[in-house]
């Protein structure tokens, strides 16, 4: 079980991910053969694959903030140190969790509503709650990623040493030359 756990941890946007651009890729190719090889074009494909986009965009968020990548000044951040960088990380992640919960909201209002119109798509007959619930997932994953950062840049303030895992720009050099 705690395997799973630290899969999940480590891989689920990119395993989602690209289970996404595969689908995306295949759904695709599976109509340009259709509509170029046998001359039929398929009425779900483009939605399917529109639907599948939406979901993606929004796990990015998520993975974006696990991997720390993030409107910010880098070269503003660079100039302090370890620990400095860590509070001016924890305001950041402050700032940034903070904008997600003020979304969750709008979510969960988008999608309860999305559950009461009983709406479907046109072609797929998905319904659209389904494809609704993309924003209210990608912002409570989030959450918990910036929470994961909080607690990451807490253990840099307390330790003073780089991230866990995380190799500075010297270890890097060091094994390449050595």
């Known amino acids: ?26 759904i695709m190719g599976i109509q340009v053969f259709s509509r170029y090889a046998l001359g039929a074009s398929l ?23 696990k991997k720390c990548v993030s409107i910010k000044i880098e070269q503003f951040v660079a100039m302090f140190p370890r620990r400095g960088k860590a509070v001016f990380k924890l305001v950041n992640h402050t ?3 903070i904008f997600f919960f003020y979304l969750m909201p709008f979510a969960v209002q988008y999608l309860i509503s ?12 998905i319904p659209m709650y389904y494809i609704q619930a993309a924003p209210l997932f990608s912002f409570l994953l989030t959450a918990l990623r910036i929470i994961q950062r909080w607690y990451i840049e807490l253990q840099v303030l307390r330790t003073g040493q780089e991230e866990p895992g995380k190799r500075t720009a010297e270890e890097k050099n060091k094994r390449e030359v050595g």
């Not at 079980?1 to 295949?26: P, Q």
């Not at 559950?115 to 797929?124: F, H």
């Open 95 to 97: 700032f940034e969790l």
């Open 1 to 26: 079980m705690k395997r799973v756990f630290s899969w999940l941890n480590d891989s689920l946007e990119e395993f989602l991910m690209a289970v996404s651009l595969i689908l995306m890729m295949l």
């Open 43 to 65: 009425s779900w494909s483009e939605e399917l694959t529109r639907y599948i986009f939406v979901w993606a965009g929004f796990l990015s968020v998520s993975y974006c903030t």
């Open 114 to 125: 999305a559950v009461e119109s009983g709406q479907v798509s046109p072609a797929c007959r």
